[in-house]
């Protein structure tokens, strides 16, 4: 499966959503989707599951709008922060309802999932935790194997543990059953080691589609005397900067050349690699007066 998305546009209104997006995504990859609250990633995803169109742009799926397009539909799973609350149905009647409509489910695998979260068989839907309802959600996208799998923030509400088993089947079962998969969250310390790309939004615009050691390979932490480091980093695209005393820390993004760092390093200077968390907090950070 591919999806090919350009100058993607939402509005709602007076809202911009989403505003020119546009990425290739053809591999059998998981790629994060990050972004802070209100960057547009649940509008994006929606677009890509076909629960809403685009304003403006194009997407395709292998060559095909997905919108209200049945065959291509049933290749993708959107899975989101669902209400069971009407739910009266117990978990393995609710699975054999799911397992209906996707050719892929293992209904085995679901099973196997459903002792290892530990849900209870015996009560309806709608009387479990919020956390236990989580991961009904991941259930039904892991064992369902659709060729398009979206997890958006499915996590809400699950405890450590459960978040842990989570993210080892995702790994487990993606190198079992390759797909496309698309995890979005703002989790991004406790979920990196997941990703293969990563996609950026910030303000409904795509900063970035990077693959993982590519992006992290563009981040450096320059720390020392704060006049070297100032003059270190004057023709670099800073992110961040912390001082104290005479020390100061500067956060940049871009590759530093071999030689640059050797520069660096003759000048007394550290240089550090940055975590994804740190580019995704510092490029995405509101801007201040």
Do not use: C
Not at 151 to 160: H, I, K, P, R, S
Request: charged fraction near 25%; glycine fraction near 6%.
């Amino acid at each position: 499966m591919a999806i090919k998305a350009k100058n993607v546009s939402l509005h709602y209104r007076n809202h911009i959503a989403l505003h020119d997006v546009s990425f290739d995504l053809t591999e059998k990859k998981i790629y994060g989707l990050l972004g802070r609250n209100g960057a547009g990633k649940t509008s994006l995803l929606s677009i890509l599951a076909s629960f809403t169109e685009q304003s403006d742009g194009s997407l395709t799926i292998n060559g095909e709008a997905p919108f209200e397009n049945a065959e291509i539909m049933q290749q993708i799973a959107f899975l989101y922060d669902k209400d069971y609350s009407g739910e009266t149905d117990k978990v393995m009647a609710v699975l054999e309802d799911v397992a209906h409509y996707r050719p892929h489910f293992d209904m085995g695998y679901a099973e196997e999932l459903v002792g290892r979260f530990k849900l209870p068989t015996d009560k309806p839907v709608k009387n479990f935790s919020k956390g236990m309802q989580s991961a009904l959600n991941v259930i039904i996208g892991l064992a369902g194997r659709t060729p398009i799998t979206i997890f958006d923030e499915v996590y809400l509400g699950m405890d450590a543990p459960s978040r842990d088993i989570f993210y080892k089947e995702v790994l487990a079962d993606q190198q079992e059953h390759p797909r496309l998969m698309i995890l979005s969250t703002h989790l991004v310390s406790e979920m990196d080691y997941l990703f293969d790309d990563v996609l950026l939004l910030n303000k409904g615009r795509l900063l970035l589609h990077e693959e993982y050691d590519t992006l992290l390979a563009k981040g450096a932490s320059i720390t020392g005397s704060a006049d070297i480091v100032d003059d270190f980093t004057k023709n670099m695209d800073t992110i961040h900067e912390t001082k104290l005393g005479g020390t100061k820390s500067v956060m940049v993004y871009g590759t530093l050349r071999e030689e640059e760092k050797q520069a660096a390093i003759a000048k007394g200077l550290e240089i550090d690699p940055l975590s994804l968390h740190e580019l995704f907090v510092h490029l995405t950070e509101e801007e201040t007066e």
